[in-house]
């Protein structure tokens, strides 16, 4: 009886120690599983935060690029209205100016006009043979050639505008003037068509006409065709003296 009942208690102390084995085995199990479900977890959650910045990411990227796109199309349109305004206004200008010019030539051909009559009046007015060049276009090649060579004598010399430099700073308007050289070179006579509204401007104009004197003689075919050249032009101070 004690045998058996030593075998029955070792019997029983194996079952406890298997039973307790077993749950051992099982528990671990259990945190193995517990494990690389948190480690998928976290797997899940690092790949979602990757994804999630990688789309922020080119999010941003995209942002970027249509505020540049944006912002080019911006200085563009700038640019474009810059540009059409710099052209209306050199449009504007240029009408202007031709406006300006086709005033000139009609008062110019006017007094041509005028004169003219008063010649045929009385043909023994002048026995010298005068030419007017009326602004920078006429028939005669040798008196447009003569008349831009006066004109070069002007704009080309850098003093010509120092007894003006002052004067031009005040507002007036573009002079209109006559000028009458002889075929040696030498000059008639300085007339004012048009005033430019400041004294001191046209009182200057007299000056620098005189002070580049003489001017070219004129070449043997025009000298052979007249004694007195009247060339007429609207001056334009800026950076220099321009005749037109």
Do not use: C, K
């Amino acid at each position: 009886r004690q045998e058996a009942a030593r075998q029955e208690a070792a019997r029983q102390e194996a079952a406890r120690q298997e039973a307790a084995r077993q749950e051992a085995a099982r528990q671990e199990a259990a945190r193995q599983e517990a494990a690389r479900q948190e480690a998928a977890r976290q797997q899940a959650t690092q790949a979602a935060a990757a994804q999630a910045a990688r789309a922020e990411a080119a999010r941003q990227q995209a942002a970027q690029a249509a505020a540049a796109q944006a912002e080019a199309a911006r200085a563009e349109a700038a640019r474009a209205e810059a540009a059409a305004r710099a052209q209306a206004e050199r449009d504007e200008h240029e009408a202007r100016r031709e406006a300006r010019l086709r005033e000139i030539g009609r008062q110019l051909n006017e007094e041509a006009a005028r004169r003219e009559a008063e010649s045929r009046r009385d043909p023994s007015a002048s026995p010298l043979r005068r030419a007017r060049l009326l602004g920078r276009v006429d028939a005669n090649e040798d008196l447009v050639r003569y008349g831009e060579a006066f004109a070069q004598r002007i704009q080309m010399n850098p003093s010509a505008l120092d007894p003006v430099r002052e004067a031009i700073r005040q507002r007036h308007t573009d002079p209109v003037v006559t000028v009458a050289v002889r075929s040696d070179g030498s000059v008639e006579s300085v007339t004012l068509v048009r005033s430019s509204g400041v004294p001191a401007i046209d009182e200057a104009i007299a000056r620098i006409v005189q002070s580049l004197a003489n001017y070219p003689p004129f070449p043997p075919n025009l000298a052979r065709q007249y004694d007195v050249v009247e060339i007429r032009r609207s001056w334009h101070f800026d950076v220099a003296v321009r005749l037109y």
